[in-house]
């Protein structure tokens, strides 16, 4: 049965988007069966896996609110293995309109139950809210993987993502659990790099992933060109630190 992660963080610019479509690059490139669904309405996972939004006829919108099947939105990205749901525009308004919906938090778990057993991993990179497309994504996850960025405030708001998983888990989704917590855009030559990674190590403990992701511009360039970072430059360190987590992750099962 695959796993079903959320990566979420309410802050945007964390590296949610970078992770989920570079973690899921790494899990394909060790032959692991991938789907990255992209439940944010800019996209970014979408066209950083080479989809095209402007020719996307149906997306995660669809299956959300018109019950169009998750299987008939499914499309191939440019790494081998993994495949994406794409999200466009036509997701902003899915906020508002799920609010009427009937199981509103718990669309997305039921569109995603014929395919569990199809992937082993299937990764859902989530919106800088904490809305319901956020709680959809974690009623429907197996676990929660934050990205926190090496960065001022990296712990503020923090509280209020535990608070609502600790309300998933109450009313949804009982069996949520926290997959870990990643250390982001680190750069070893800052003093306020290395306080964060103590600070959160601190709150965090043994739920912080060893490898760290620096700061590296072949990360922030890569989506310009539709490639996940090891098609644009394998050699380059953040292929390299995202395939070191792929590995950390796949050990966790
Ligand atoms: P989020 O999805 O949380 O909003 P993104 O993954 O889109 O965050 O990252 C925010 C910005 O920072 C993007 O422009 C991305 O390319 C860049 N970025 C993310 N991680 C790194 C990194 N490790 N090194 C350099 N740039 C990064
Ligand atoms: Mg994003």
Same mark, same amino acid.
């Given at each position: /049965?695959?796993?079903?992660?959320?990566?979420?963080?309410?802050?945007?610019?964390?590296?949610? =988007?970078?992770?989920?479509?570079?973690?899921?690059?790494?899990?394909?490139?060790?032959?692991?069966? *991938?789907?990255?669904?992209?439940?944010?309405?800019?996209?970014?996972?979408?066209?950083?896996?080479?989809?095209?939004?402007?020719?996307?006829?149906?997306?995660?919108?669809?299956?959300? #609110?018109?019950?169009?099947?998750?299987?008939?939105?499914?499309?191939?990205? =440019?790494?081998?293995? /993994?495949?994406?749901?794409?999200?466009? #525009?036509?997701?902003?308004?899915?906020?508002?309109?799920?609010?009427?919906?009937?199981?509103?938090?718990?669309?997305?778990?039921?569109?995603?139950?014929?395919?569990? %057993?199809?992937?082993?991993?299937?990764?859902?990179?989530?919106?800088?809210?904490?809305?319901?497309?956020?709680?959809?994504?974690?009623?429907?996850? %197996?676990?929660?993987?934050?990205?926190?960025?090496?960065?001022? &405030?990296?712990?503020?708001?923090?509280?209020?993502?535990?608070? =609502?998983?600790?309300?998933? $888990?109450?009313?949804?989704?009982?069996?949520?659990?926290?997959?870990?917590?990643?250390?982001?855009?680190?750069?070893?030559?800052?003093?306020?790099?290395? $306080? *964060? *990674?103590?600070?959160?190590?601190?709150?965090?403990?043994?739920?912080?992933? $060893?490898?760290?992701?620096?700061?590296?511009?072949?990360?922030?360039? !890569?989506?310009?060109?539709?490639?996940?970072?090891?098609?644009?430059?394998?050699?380059?360190?953040? !292929?390299? *630190? &995202?395939?070191?987590?792929?590995?950390?992750?796949?050990?966790?099962?």
């Amino acid at each position: /049965m695959g796993k079903v992660i959320a990566i979420a963080n309410q802050k945007g610019g964390v590296g949610k =988007t970078t992770t989920s479509v570079n973690l899921g690059a790494s899990l394909s490139s060790l032959e692991k069966k *991938v789907l990255l669904l992209d439940i944010d309405p800019q996209g970014n996972a979408t066209s950083g896996v080479g989809i095209e939004k402007d020719r996307v006829e149906q997306c995660i919108y669809d299956v959300l #609110i018109d019950d169009v099947e998750l299987a008939d939105v499914i499309k191939p990205t =440019t790494a081998e293995g /993994m495949y994406s749901v794409p999200a466009t #525009i036509a997701l902003a308004g899915a906020e508002i309109e799920l609010v009427s919906a009937s199981s509103r938090e718990k669309r997305l778990e039921k569109a995603l139950e014929p395919l569990r %057993d199809s992937f082993d991993y299937i990764l859902i990179d989530c919106p800088p809210s904490l809305g319901l497309l956020t709680i959809n994504a974690l009623t429907a996850a %197996d676990s929660v993987l934050i990205p926190v960025q090496c960065e001022y &405030y990296a712990l503020e708001g923090l509280n209020q993502l535990l608070n =609502t998983v600790s309300l998933v $888990q109450k009313h949804l989704n009982k069996d949520l659990y926290i997959e870990g917590v990643l250390l982001t855009m680190f750069d070893a030559r800052t003093n306020l790099s290395i $306080q *964060v *990674v103590e600070e959160v190590k601190k709150y965090f403990r043994d739920k912080v992933y $060893q490898t760290i992701i620096p700061r590296n511009v072949r990360l922030s360039e !890569a989506p310009s060109h539709g490639k996940p970072v090891m098609l644009y430059d394998a050699r380059s360190r953040g !292929a390299e *630190v &995202y395939l070191d987590f792929a590995k950390e992750v796949a050990v966790h099962g």
